[in-house]
């Protein structure tokens, strides 16, 4: 079956230290998404790649890295720069820039 | 700057009467418009879509009405049902061009709740 894997569904992670969240995706999508949710924020775009080698911040990239070296994948680093990393990240796919998006399952970070 | 706003955090309604969840947006640039459902734990889903060109979009019990003129559009579920229990997000795209084509602005959702 097509779809989008995150991993891990939870993760810990310690003050000061970068972690890297991983999305990967097998619908041959074009475009991804990284989002960040809030409690009362909703999702928050924080990086997308609309083509592989390519990618732009979004509206809240401060702390955060990414890379698209395959079509497939999009890991999202959170780095010690981010203030407060706790939250719910979601990963998402879509067909070139098309507006049906494709989420994983997310990957609830906290840190400790 | 929230360019997509659901300005009613909860809505709690009964099992078969209709659900009516509204969303207001600011940029005159957004052409698509649409709405997302989420269980806990788990990444949205696709519900229903509008185009800025429609006033009106229905697919089954969900209907989205578009009022281009206000910027608001709701999403009406005829009749509800408790498994439509959910956290709904209205999103938009921005027609702009250039980087920010196909780029979604979420709003905050609104939690449902359809008691039995």
């Known amino acids: 079956d097509g779809g989008i894997t995150q991993s891990p569904k939870y993760l810990f992670r310690k003050e000061g230290q970068n972690v890297t969240l991983s999305c990967e995706q097998n619908?041959?999508?074009?475009?991804m998404y990284w989002y960040r949710q809030d409690p009362g924020q909703g999702l928050r775009l924080i990086y997308y790649?609309?083509?592989?080698?390519?990618?732009q911040k979004g509206d809240i990239a401060e702390g955060y890295s990414v890379s698209r070296e395959k079509k497939e994948s999009f890991p999202l680093t959170v780095t010690s720069a981010q203030k407060n990393p706790t939250a719910f990240y979601l990963c998402?796919?879509?067909?070139?820039?098309?507006?049906?998006?494709?989420f994983g399952s997310g990957t609830r970070l906290t840190v400790v | 700057d929230q360019q997509v706003k659901q300005n009613s955090p909860s809505l709690s309604v009964q099992e078969g009467r209709i659900s009516i969840l509204n969303c207001d947006y600011t940029?005159?640039?957004?052409?698509?418009f649409l709405w997302y459902k989420k269980y806990p734990a788990e990444g949205p889903t696709f519900l229903i879509s509008?185009?800025?060109?429609?006033d009106k979009n229905e697919d089954g019990r969900f209907t989205v009405f578009l009022n281009k003129s206000a910027k608001h559009l709701s999403l009406h579920i005829v009749p509800s049902q408790p498994g439509d229990s959910a956290v709904y997000f209205c999103?938009?795209?921005?027609?702009?061009?250039?980087?920010?084509?196909?780029?979604?602005?979420f709003g905050q959702g609104t939690i449902l709740t359809v008691h039995p």
């Open positions: 940029n005159s640039m957004f052409d698509y």
């Open positions: 998402a796919s879509s067909i070139g820039t098309g507006i049906i998006y494709t």
């Open positions: 999103a938009a795209r921005n027609n702009a061009g250039g980087t920010s084509y196909g780029k979604l602005t």
């Open positions: 790649s609309q083509i592989v080698n390519d990618f």
């Open positions: 619908l041959n999508h074009d475009a």
């Open positions: 509008i185009s800025s060109i429609k």
